[in-house]
Nanobody, 119 residues
Framework: QVQLVESGGGLVQAGGSLRLSCAAS????????MGWFRQAPGKEREFVGR????????YYSDTVKGRFTISRDKDKNTVYLQMDSLKPEDTAVYYC????????????WGQGTQVTVSS
């Protein structure tokens, strides 16, 4: 099992920045790929981005590309989501998730952290 705990959410004005953290513990070999997702009220969960185990490869949705950056500290088993130039439409609960390279689905999820962007 991999336990994931997000932190860093909060209220920010449009144009501002926030950095979310996702700390992994337990059997972290199950976290080859770390992903970030978000879900706004009344909407389906949306993929934000992902990063591989050594942090060398990341991928982002078109919605956040150029504004959000994912990084990974292997020594701390922590993944970060740096969010810049935030927009009101970025308001959502943000979740981190983990999966192995061999899996197509993310098997481990955090509890989520709320991000609210005011206009």
């Amino acid at each position: 099992q991999v336990q994931l705990v997000e932190s860093g959410g909060g209220l920010v004005q449009a144009g501002g920045s926030l950095r979310l953290s996702c700390a992994a513990s337990g059997r972290t070999f199950g976290s080859d790929i770390m992903g970030w997702f978000r879900q706004a009220p009344g909407k389906e969960r949306e993929f934000v981005g992902r990063i591989n185990r050594n942090g060398g490869m990341s991928y982002y949705s078109d919605t956040v590309k150029g504004r959000f950056t994912i990084s990974r500290d292997k020594d701390k088993n922590t993944v970060y989501l740096q969010m810049d130039s935030l927009k009101p439409e970025d308001t959502a609960v943000y979740y981190c998730a983990a999966r192995n390279y061999a899996d197509t689905e993310y098997g481990f999820w955090g509890q989520g952290t709320q991000v609210t962007v005011s206009s």
